[in-house]
């Protein structure tokens, strides 16, 4: 940033790029926000004739009008009727996703500290009234003006947006400085001006650039026409070096979505199945228990947050359902609005949970709501990734989903007084866990804030699938750091907790230590 203030400091009057400089969107391509809402307003084929619309509005108003841009009405004149409710949708959704770019602000004050006279200079189909709007909301001010192609119809794309600023202010090429992201409209261009510029590298191509992100190339590609993976990817690149902590990054790339589609498809099952309950049964399913207040605006079904395992099952499976039974009495208190109730958790194997429901509360009718799932011929559920838990065994360790989705408390051992009776003496291993989990808990929430901030009342609802093909592509290309930080995670294969392996070399520490035994022996 010194060379940047250096240059600050050798001018009269300085002048900033907008989009992708000054304010950032949450998505790898500009034109991907038109795929979401076509996603959003379930209107075929929008993105498409939305890009087709811009691109022959420009044509038609160059030669007929000499201007140099379009504005948002004459991209909508020639567009389809079914197409009008989408522009003001378009234009609420442009300013909800807007951020600030915190590195070019810093600029930004630094020139208005400096005493310069700062402008914004845009080529956008959008009003100035607008952009004003935008800035309002980022508090971004004290400007001196705002220059918008598609309002004077001139543009940096010719360069002759750059002599109007010149004019304006009546300054040499050399007392002007421009910053931008475009190497040609905001640097070629004002180059051949004599215009001082700064080239603001997009954060895009830092964000690719970095090692770690480089493996997700090619699932973007495979997924270039799904919004959620545009728009998630665009979320970590905007928070791009805002984060150190290793946990609080994987829970914040990683962690939060999956807790976020694990909410969102169990609301709109519910919908969808008239059930006026959500069971979150523990402790994988806390997170998505947390958020579901937050996503759940326009409905009165109600969530609850369930202590059941399979520790619970084996305990109480047998035992008379009286006053003598903890787990009969502690189901008997939950207040239900009605007999309709969704069962929601990550895995159902054995489906332990929804047995024991049914068995202990046989005037409600359950229906499962899970990530995957063995097959079952018994119970009524919703596999929500379509994958079987065999399948998902090929893809990454399913412990790494307990590592993104579980509670902070420690495991569950027993029930007394309605209450849960947690393991007291627990090994290194678990309580190491546990303390990660704070970390990683951290980056969940900041990533669901700021989704909500971003999103809230456009949500696409997230496949799991994809979200399952995601996090895929991080396991099957772990990086040296992810490896190294991983391999500390231990987790018991045997239910007396003797044998511990690690997240990453499962198979082999298990072969080591069967090894050990037998030597012992």
């Not at 007999?339 to 049914?358: C, E, K, P, Y």
């Not at 063995?374 to 596999?383: D, G, H, I, S, W």
């Not at 393991?423 to 190491?432: C, L």
Request: one cysteine or more; glycine letters at 4%.
């Amino acid at each position: 940033m010194k060379y940047l203030f250096d240059l600050i400091d050798t001018v009269d009057v300085v002048s900033f790029d907008l989009f992708d400089t000054l304010v950032l969107r949450p998505f790898i391509k500009p034109q991907d926000v038109f795929l979401y809402l076509e996603h959003y307003s379930k209107i075929k084929d929008f993105a498409q004739n939305r890009i087709s619309a811009e691109k022959k509005a420009r044509i038609l108003n160059m030669a007929k009008l000499k201007k140099e841009d379009c504005t948002i009405d004459d991209i909508y004149n020639l567009m389809g009727e079914d197409f009008q409710v989408l522009k003001d949708i378009e234009l609420n959704f442009e300013k909800q996703i807007s951020v600030l770019n915190r590195k070019m602000f810093e600029a930004f004050n630094y020139a208005l500290a400096k005493n310069k006279k700062v402008v914004i200079s845009t080529d956008t189909y959008l009003s100035k009234n607008f952009i004003e709007e935008i800035l309002s909301k980022l508090s971004i001010k004290n400007y001196d003006e705002i220059f918008v192609s598609s309002e004077l119809g001139i543009s940096k794309a010719s360069g002759n947006l750059f002599d109007y600023i010149l004019k304006k202010y009546n300054v040499t090429p050399e007392k002007l400085l421009h910053i931008g992201d475009n190497e040609v409209s905001d640097i070629e261009n004002a180059k051949n001006k004599n215009i001082k510029t700064f080239y603001n590298k997009p954060l895009v191509l830092s964000f690719f650039e970095d090692e770690n992100n480089k493996r997700l190339i090619s699932f973007i590609k495979e997924n270039e026409k799904n919004p959620i993976v545009s728009s998630l990817i665009g979320q970590r690149i905007v928070n791009f070096y805002s984060e150190k902590d290793y946990w609080v990054n994987l829970g914040f790339n990683y962690g939060g979505i999956l807790a976020i589609g694990l909410s969102l498809n169990a609301l709109e099952i519910a919908k969808q199945k008239n059930l006026t309950d959500l069971f979150f049964i523990s402790r994988d399913a806390f997170f998505p228990e947390e958020i579901f207040s937050k996503f759940n605006t326009d409905t009165d079904i109600k969530g609850h947050y369930i202590i059941l395992n399979r520790v619970l099952k084996h305990k109480y499976d047998k035992i008379p359902k009286d006053e003598n039974n903890e787990l009969f009495k502690y189901l008997s208190t939950i207040k239900t609005k009605g007999n309709r109730i969704g069962i929601v958790d990550t895995s159902a194997g054995t489906f332990s949970a929804q047995g024991i429901l049914q068995d202990y509360l046989p005037d409600k009718k359950f229906v499962g709501i899970y990530l995957h799932t063995r097959k079952n011929n018994v119970y009524e559920y919703e596999n929500l990734s379509g994958f079987l838990l065999e399948d998902v065994e090929k893809m990454f360790n399913l412990n790494f989903i307990e590592i993104l989705l579980t509670s902070l408390e420690p495991k569950i051992e027993d029930i007394n007084g309605c209450k849960p009776v947690y393991e007291i003496n627990e090994n290194k291993y678990e309580v190491e866990k546990r303390n990660l989990y704070k970390k990683i808990l951290n980056g969940e929430r900041k990533f669901v804030e700021q989704y909500i901030e971003l999103f809230n009342g456009y949500y696409v609802i997230p496949e799991i699938s994809t979200l399952y093909a995601y996090i895929s592509n991080f396991w099957k290309n772990l990086s040296k750091d992810d490896t190294e930080f991983l391999s500390s995670i231990k987790n018991s294969v045997d239910t007396q907790q003797t044998m511990y392996v690690s997240l990453v070399n499962s198979k082999q520490d298990i072969a080591a230590q069967l090894r050990m035994r037998l030597l012992k022996k």
